[in-house]
């Protein structure tokens, strides 16, 4: 496997990197440490900028290739946690209650430090690398709140690329797949008003509890009926809040949920069924209902051209046997969808190993990933910017 010399030779401290921040979680944008560490370790490699604040606590560094002037691309990595206890019994396990690197952000964050100090080493390119340290991937937006903070235009980014590990997908090994992605993630939340009363006496009611049981039946006929067979959407009814005794009917009742597709005209469908389908269930039994509908990732759409080009650098890093270029897309969401709507780009999968799977209180990111995706960072500079 053609892993970069130097990289392999930094494998060790990359690794050291990893577990510190894996021992130090820290949520959304609430970042502070793991920013902070990330700033130092940029200004000490040399890297000719290094901005802090872009998005609330994102952190970019910017190394300029030693070959004359040319186009810059964006590397970018996650720095949040998730509010999990961690069950793992690592020794460098977490150290903060009730947080955890459940999703490896830790270990992206570690790769892409270690290929920005080899790209602020070498600069055997031309052009600009900017690495992107994103805060709150995990629901927080992080990524909207940097394009939104100038992050594109201000360091004249062209192309952006980002990753991701896949637990279960063998460590060497990488993933990926033209067009849609990676889901979008919008969120529903239901209030239903009926009228309270003893449970005793059901017939001087109107039930809110019943009208949501209904409400939630139905609404699964939009994904069964309404949607393509061949496209994709979930619709998901996950917390329903309601009552306060168990002889009381409840004057009223709040669903809340997630709304997943892969293609902008399911995402709108689906938002108007629901809206009808619970407004409507509710008027039949006598209730009446509030729908709101929230719109947070849009879907991911990797650039075909770009993809094909990421597909070409992992296959030089691990060969074209252990890359697959037809990953079937996921339903899951990723805020990195949020750069490839401003520039094209690419988002890839590296292989875990056979971890624990994501956001799982037992999850860990297997270091043995970090020479690959180190790897692959400094393959895409180099190869994109080859002066």
Known sequence: MPIV??????????????????????????????AASVSEKLKAFGCDEV?????????????????????????????DALPIEEATGLPYASTNPGKMHACGHDGHTAMLLGAARYLAETRNFAGTAVVIFQPAEEGGA??????????????????????HNYPGMPVGSFGMRPGPTM????????????????????NFTVDPVLVAAQT????????????????????????????????IIPQRVRLRGTVRTLSEDVRV?????????????????????????RRNYPVLVN????????????????????????????????DFSFMVNERPGAFIWIGNGDSAGLHHPKYNFNDEAIPFGTSYWVKLVETALAG
Request: glycine residues 12%; charged residues 20%; hydrophobic residues 45%.
């Open 183 to 202: 889901a979008s993630a919008d969120f529903i939340t239901i209030d239903i008003e009926g009228v309270g009363g003893h449970a005793a006496r059901p």
């Open 216 to 247: 939630i039946v139905a609404m699964q006929s939009v994904v069964s009926r309404n949607v393509d067979p061949l496209k994709s959407a979930v619709v998901s009814v996950t917390i329903v809040e309601a009552g306060t005794a168990d002889n």
């Open 303 to 334: 650039h075909t051209r770009q993809t094909e080009f990421a597909a070409s650098v992992a296959q030089q890093v691990a060969g074209e046997a252990h890359v697959d270029t037809d990953l079937p897309p996921m339903m899951g969401a990723e």
């Open 142 to 163: 992080g990524g909207k709140a940097m394009v939104e903070d100038g992050l594109i235009t201000r360091f004249g980014i062209g192309e952006v690329y980002g990753m």
């Open 51 to 79: 901005v802090t604040g872009i998005g609330r606590t994102g952190v970019v560094g910017v190394i300029r290739g030693r070959k004359g002037s040319g186009p810059a691309i964006g590397l970018r990595a996650d720095m």
């Open 269 to 293: 469908m689906v938002e108007q069924r629901l809206a009808r389908i619970v407004t409507h269930t509710a008027e039949a039994f006598g209730a009446s209902a509030k729908f709101h509908y």
């Open 5 to 34: 010399n130097r990289v392999a030779d930094l494998a060790a401290e990359i690794t050291v990197w990893r577990r510190d921040l894996h021992a130090h979680p820290e949520l959304l944008y609430d970042v502070h440490r793991t």
